[in-house]
């Protein structure tokens, strides 16, 4: 207003460093000695994407009967995390999980994970390459779970490829769907290395191996 500036507007700013409460402050001045100052502040930027991760579990774990508890934790130190999201999908025992975490920015991180949970197994063995270890001799107790009905047929066992059958011993129920029998792995098994063992579930058997070690 009545005298020219000294010199041309202030060239554009560009900000692309992350932090919070930035600000950007430009000033012109006229022939007249006058000046004006423009300032903007309270700019976040927050370019980076957030952490996730899941509590409770852990990818390529082998979990028997049912799993921790678990839930998606993400972080963000800057704008903070808007969202963490923990979804599965089972298929037979195998289950996949994608932990997705969305920071304030919109910045998204995703991890993937995969576990597999056994409803037959036996209690105080190894479980290695899709086998329990047992020793002749020993008893171990054998377990179902997410059953409302069993029973097994543990007993003959029998010789790796053959399906498991003969007489029906009937498991004792612990509740909340969870059934027990105690076997014993007489000294007859060590004459092959691998045996099937069988839990039926109504019409349905559930076979699972054991290793005898």
């Known amino acids: 207003d009545g005298a020219p500036l000294t010199g041309p507007c202030p060239a554009p700013v560009q900000l692309t460093g992350n932090g919070g409460g930035q600000s950007v402050a430009r000033t ?12 903007v502040t309270g700019i976040d930027i927050d370019r980076a994407a957030p952490r996730v991760r899941v509590s409770g579990l852990r990818s390529g774990a082998i979990y028997r009967g049912s799993t921790p508890r678990a839930r998606c934790v993400g972080t963000d130190p800057l704008s903070g995390v808007a969202s963490c999201r923990l979804t599965r999908h089972t298929s037979g025992a195998r289950t996949t999980y994608t932990a997705t975490a969305t920071d304030r920015a919109g910045n998204v991180t995703r991890v993937h994970g995969h576990y597999e949970v056994l409803s037959f197994y036996v209690r105080g063995a190894r479980y290695e390459h899709g086998a329990f270890d047992v020793h002749p001799g020993r008893t171990y107790t054998l377990v179902v779970t997410g059953a409302r009905r069993g029973s097994g047929t543990a007993s003959p066992c029998r010789a790796v490829p053959s399906a498991p059958h003969g007489k029906d011993w009937p498991f004792h129920s612990l509740g909340g769907h969870r059934w027990t029998l105690r076997v014993t792995m007489t000294a007859n098994l060590a004459r092959h290395p691998r045996w099937h063992v069988g839990a039926k579930v109504g019409s349905r058997l559930r076979v699972i191996t054991v290793r005898v070690v």
């Open 28 to 39: 012109v001045t006229a022939t007249d000695g006058g000046a004006a100052t423009a300032a």
